[in-house]
């Protein structure tokens, strides 16, 4: 499909202290996607379909991602509101 007037904005959060990775970096990260593209994909496969979109930056240190995608519809029914990411549990560290 076509995405380029679909992405409306994204965000990167700190992974804090509880994460084997160097001071200052990031390794938590939220996606927010708007497309029309949406209007007939079920929510597991427009994750799918991010992920696969951003294969390459996922191979890094990526501890989280949280992804939001809705259709035009959606996103106005939400009021442009994006639901908060939930809280870390820390993970492994290597």
Known sequence: GEWGSGVVGG????????????????SHFKVVLVAHAFASVPLLERHRLVNEALADELKGPVHAL?????????????????????????????
């Not at 965000?11 to 990031?26: A, D, F, Q, W």
């Not at 809705?70 to 290597?94: E, M, R």
């Open 11 to 26: 965000g990167v959060g700190r992974g804090g202290g509880s994460h084997n990775v160097p001071r200052g970096s990031e």
């Open 66 to 94: 949280s992804i939001v995608a809705k259709t035009p519809a959606q996103w106005a029914k939400a009021s442009g509101a994006v639901p908060p990411s939930p809280p870390c549990l820390g993970g492994s560290k290597a």
